[in-house]
């Protein structure tokens, strides 16, 4: 993410309203975008379903839960690799091997795919769903899995424009493909509604395919599998992208046991009152998505680069004192300023759910859990930022700190107040996500207080551990990758 | 008694000064046991020694500063008093041997050492108070490089013995002064050449040290210097001169004595008939390196071929230890058209060669107290030697000494004062053969093996005494 602090900044020099937009713009689709975009594919595609009266409840629901499985777990999937090949993508970029990298890209791509298919084929033993139906949905869960990867390399090489690009047009020809299939079908099915959203990801395949073979024009694959070294090194990077997405959905899945609970199917559980919920209240957290890009990779970003620049390049003690102070106090600021900013969303969001729930026409109940949900997002929006901020600064401990806590305690929480019932649902969310970035921010108030420090004694910390990765990387590159 | 020798870059695999006076030191005590600690940079191997080990030398103990010492797992924990201490002691505020038995025994490893907050608060507080405006990196770095051999030496294994004596300040003095601490033994320290002294001329010199850290290094050494002359029980030194140097650095007078070298009984010649020479014979005993100044020497007998006199002189001591300025030597002999009168004879057997010499020269610039000076003394041969070391105490000998002067000192590098003695010398036989007589008595006096080895003697049994006697 570090890298795309000098474009923006560029572009926030010129004090223009025209170009203050087109940089929020373009930030918000950069970084956020293919998320933005996913989402908002989603929502309109859900929207457009409610327009097709032909389109029985129980087809929509199977598409629409075809598409959110698929998300899900591909990010589980991905969540195992993520942060740990950013990592060890970065250190080649940083050593200048960035011929060393499409390797990498495809020994990552190996690992997902096997991942993905040993994941899928337990769903399709379960599922009585027919044939060419789990045909297509197994064709869309590798294509998202694809993508995630390709999204993390591309995003490594700054190549922000092909992704925003490729998931844009994506997300077009998925929105369109289901809308004209609405339009032209007599009786439209589920399955054609994943077709055509499956071919508009297809498309987003492509678009960033083509960017990684312009990207990387240096394709070979020998030792794919080196990169499993950092697996040995950064086992805490691993835990934390772990952590993180199953403590984003472990108060589903425990939920989908709760009141409720509805089988679609006999493939996919799930409930509709939690799930539309949630789903909405993740929507509220797009301000921090976008401003915290600009906030923190621009202005703190700046301030960031200055103090370590000192610390490696000779700066004096006061010097370096000077700018621990100076990053500090930007920090401060735009924490605070990104916190207000989603706080009063956030709040307007809660204060509105009665008069939105009336309008897009849900259930009462799904109001009262939005309320819980969308303060929990707050919160949780908040932990992503101050874990994203931990890893800048090398606090791996203190970040893995804060997703062990957001994981157990979303999981403790949401399972003591399951017996509950309906009322208490969201509630359990709330107040763990609450109390993760409490201990998050107090670990960055007290990092940051010896940040210093930290930077200075990293340098001599030992690596300690196995070498059980190292070795199976070596193995599967005498193998499979001379 | 079994003794801990502390040896720091020298014996057994480097040869000279030092190296020889401790394989005398062991010959000479055989009923003693010996455990050498030989402190060196990186690792040797057993065929790098240089010296035949004496039968009363139990082992050697090995210490590489620039090996990882023994690792101890975990984090550092120290309470406050022994933070301060060793605190005092990073920041070279006083000696304490308290800190070092701290290092030693407290600090996990120096991963944990340099890992921990204490280390970084000590590293910005001597930044700051050293007024530095330099890179801070760099100045972190460099505590890292100076605290580090400490550590790996401190942490490395330690023989158990019942007295300990080191042959420098510096790290010997150090791991001489953790012995004391830890073990409650006497520590006896002899210095040689000035440890601390040659560190800073060095250091001084160095171009690999950036300027501005200069002053520190100087500090640490002379700190270690200070170190252990506060922790010894006995602070030795061959000479005077070094003996005031050591009072000047910081070492308590009432702890300093001398206890000079000696030669062994039978090279005492007695009183030789004078044999006139045709030519007149000098000689001179000397490795061929840079430090013994030869082109002066050499430049002197030019003066003394110029004014026509007659001449040989022939000087003896290897010739491949600087092959480069042997030759640069052998190069300028031909060039100045002496080869009939100076010839290098490469190592010869010095004591054959004494009876031979009517005069011997000696042109160093820097000098302990030469075994040279006194071998030829005790030949009955008189000196020209320059104002170095303890050249000018052994040849115009103590204030209270009776027996008159053994020849002349001139100052170092200049060619002329020694040509114009050695001529002095060819006139005046009959001076020439009292300055001999003189210097031959001055050693059956002071400078006699058995006194030497008795002097350590008895200090090793009063300390041992004093400290409750065996103990291994």
Request: proline letters at 10%.
């Given at each position: 993410m570090a890298g795309i602090g000098f474009k923006l900044q560029k572009l926030f020099q010129e004090d223009y309203y025209s170009s203050r937009l087109k940089a929020y713009t373009f930030s918000g689709l950069v970084t956020s975008g293919p998320w933005l975009i996913v989402i908002l594919v989603v929502g309109t595609i859900q929207w457009l379903a409610f327009q097709m009266p032909m389109l029985s409840l129980e087809e929509r629901t199977i598409f629409m839960l075809s598409v959110s499985y698929a998300f899900i777990f591909s990010q589980i999937v991905f969540s195992f690799q993520q942060l740990v090949v950013t990592r060890y993508v970065a250190d080649l970029f940083y050593e200048k091997k960035a011929h060393e990298i499409f390797p990498v890209f495809t020994g990552m791509l190996k690992v997902t795919m096997l991942a993905a298919v040993i994941m899928y084929s337990i769903f399709w033993m379960i599922s009585p769903l027919d044939f060419v139906y789990k045909l297509v949905l197994f064709v869309l869960f590798m294509t998202i899995n694809v993508i995630w990867v390709m999204f993390l390399f591309l995003s490594a090489a700054k190549f922000y424009q092909a992704i925003a690009y490729s998931f844009l047009l994506g997300g077009f020809i998925a929105v369109g493909g289901v809308f004209l299939i609405s339009r032209i079908m007599a009786d439209p099915t589920s399955l054609e509604l994943l077709t055509g959203f499956t071919a508009g990801m297809i498309v987003t395949l492509f678009g960033l395919f083509f960017a990684m073979l312009r990207t990387f024009p240096l394709r070979y694959a020998t030792r794919e599998f080196s990169y499993f070294r950092y697996f040995d090194l950064y086992p805490d990077l691993f835990a934390i992208g772990v952590l993180y997405v199953l403590g984003i959905w472990v108060t589903n899945f425990i939920i989908w046991f709760g009141e409720g609970r509805m089988v679609v199917a006999d493939s996919f559980v799930f409930n509709p009152y939690y799930d539309t919920a949630v789903f909405w209240s993740y929507l509220t957290i797009i301000p921090t998505q976008l401003l915290f890009v600009v906030a923190v990779e621009t202005r703190f970003y700046e301030r960031y680069r200055t103090f370590y620049g000192l610390i490696n390049y000779g700066g004096a003690l006061h010097q370096i004192d000077k700018a621990k102070q100076t990053m500090t106090t930007v920090l401060k600021n735009e924490l605070i300023r990104l916190g207000r900013s989603q706080g009063v969303v956030t709040l307007f969001a809660v204060l509105m759910a009665g008069v939105f729930v009336g309008w897009i026409g849900v259930p009462e109940e799904v109001g009262q859990i939005f309320r819980m949900t969308t303060l929990a997002a707050f919160a949780n929006a908040m932990i992503l930022v101050l874990t994203l901020l931990l890893l800048y600064f090398e606090d791996r401990r203190g970040a893995l700190l804060v997703n062990l806590s957001f994981f157990t305690f979303n999981a403790l929480f949401t399972m003591l107040l399951l017996p509950r019932g309906i009322d208490w649902y969201g509630v359990g969310f709330a107040v763990s996500t609450t109390i993760t970035f409490f201990i998050a921010g107090l670990r960055l108030i007290y990092f940051m207080g010896k940040v210093d420090y930290y930077v200075f004694a990293s340098s001599n910390r030992r690596k300690l551990g196995t070498e059980r990765f190292s070795n199976m990387g070596s193995m599967l590159n005498r193998r499979f990758s001379r | 008694m079994k003794i801990g020798l502390v040896l720091e870059g020298s014996y057994p695999y480097v040869s000279g000064g030092v190296s020889s006076w401790t394989q005398t030191l062991l010959e000479e005590m055989p009923d003693v046991e010996f455990e050498i600690i030989s402190i060196q940079p990186t690792e040797k191997r057993p065929e790098d020694m240089k010296y035949v080990l004496p039968e009363n030398v139990s082992g050697v103990t090995h210490l590489y500063l620039n090996e990882p010492g023994q690792r101890g797992k975990g984090r550092m924990k120290l309470n406050s008093e022994e933070e301060e201490k060793l605190s005092d002691w990073l920041m070279l505020k006083s000696p304490n041997r308290q800190a070092l038995g701290i290092i030693g025994s407290r600090i996990p490893s120096s991963e944990a050492f340099f890992a921990s907050e204490f280390f970084w608060r000590n590293v910005k507080a001597a930044y700051t108070e050293e007024m530095n405006g330099g890179s801070f990196i760099d100045y972190f770095w460099m505590w890292q490089s100076m605290y580090m051999p400490v550590l790996r030496v401190l942490h490395q294994p330690l023989p158990k013995v019942d007295l300990v004596h080191s042959i420098s300040t510096g790290y010997a003095g150090m791991v001489a002064s953790y012995m004391k601490e830890t073990q409650g033994i006497p520590f006896i320290l002899t210095e040689h050449g000035i440890y601390s002294r040659e560190r800073e001329e060095e250091i001084l010199q160095s171009?690999?040290?950036p300027a501005p850290y200069k002053p520190r290094w100087v500090r640490f050494f002379h700190h270690l210097s200070r170190e252990a002359y506060n922790a010894a029980d006995e602070i030795i030194t061959l000479f005077e001169r070094n003996r005031e140097y050591q009072e000047w650095i910081g070492a308590p007078s009432e702890k300093t004595k001398i206890i000079a070298n000696g030669i062994a009984d039978r090279h005492i010649r007695p009183v030789i008939e004078p044999v006139e020479h045709d030519v007149f014979q000098i000689g001179a005993i000397v490795r061929?390196?840079?430090?013994?100044?030869?082109k002066t020497m050499i430049y002197g007998a030019k003066i003394l071929q110029e004014r026509n006199r007659l001449f040989k002189l022939t000087i003896m001591g290897p010739l491949d230890e600087d092959e480069e300025y042997a030759e640069e030597c052998r190069l300028l002999i031909e060039q100045s058209g002496l080869t009939d009168y100076v010839e290098l004879v490469g190592k010869v057997n010095v004591q054959d060669w004494l009876p031979t010499f009517d005069l011997l020269l000696l042109t160093s610039i820097s000098e302990g107290q030469p075994l040279a000076i006194l071998e030829g003394m005790a030949a009955g041969i008189p000196w020209v030697a320059t104002d170095v070391g303890a050249c000018s105490e052994l040849l115009y000998g103590r204030t209270d000494d009776p027996f008159g002067p053994a020849g002349f000192i001139v100052p170092p590098v200049h060619p002329e004062a020694i040509a114009d003695k050695v001529e002095w010398m060819m006139d005046y036989p009959r001076e020439r053969m009292r300055f001999g007589k003189n210097g031959r008595e001055r050693v059956r006096q002071y400078y006699r093996l058995q006194q030497f080895v008795d002097r350590y003697k008895a200090i090793y049994e009063a300390r041992r005494e004093q400290y409750g006697g065996h103990r291994v």
């Open positions: - | 171009y690999w040290i061929v390196v840079p430090i013994k100044d030869l």
